[in-house]
């Protein structure tokens, strides 16, 4: 395992590291970039239909707990898929996912962030 993934666990919620591959960082300053896009992995919920990755939602940004005295801001960019057969855009259930796990009310705080961008 990447001991890094290991260090963001510690750091980050664990569904965003689940869920989530970091695809850069940068620091300017007293600032510190962490850039994700979702997995291309097709959520369960759909596995039962024909669907295909179908691009992203606009990337959204999340100032997260300052690390070290810099400010941390995450760059997440989540999935759409595309249902063959109806043609339907679709998107990963987050309650779905969130549900049965001991991070529940973690995730429902971010996801509230998440929807004020």
């Known amino acids: 395992m990447d001991p890094y993934i290991d260090l963001l666990k510690i750091l980050l919620p664990e569904l965003l ?12 300053g007293d600032i510190l970039h962490l850039h ?3 997995k291309p992995e097709i959520p369960k919920e759909f596995s039962s239909n024909l669907v295909i990755a179908h691009g992203f939602h606009k990337e959204i940004t999340i100032q997260d707990f300052p690390v070290r005295g810099k400010k ?10 595309l249902n063959k057969q109806s043609k339907q855009v679709i998107q990963r259930d987050w309650n779905l996912v969130a549900q049965g796990t001991r991070m529940t009310v973690e995730f429902a705080a971010f996801l ?4 004020q961008y």
Do not use: A, C, M, P
Request: charged share 30%.
């Open 17 to 28: 590291i689940t869920h989530f591959d970091l695809t850069g960082h940068q620091t300017e």
């Open 36 to 38: 994700f896009e979702e």
């Open 72 to 81: 941390v801001f995450l760059h997440i960019k989540r999935r759409r898929w």
């Open 112 to 115: 509230k962030v998440l929807s």
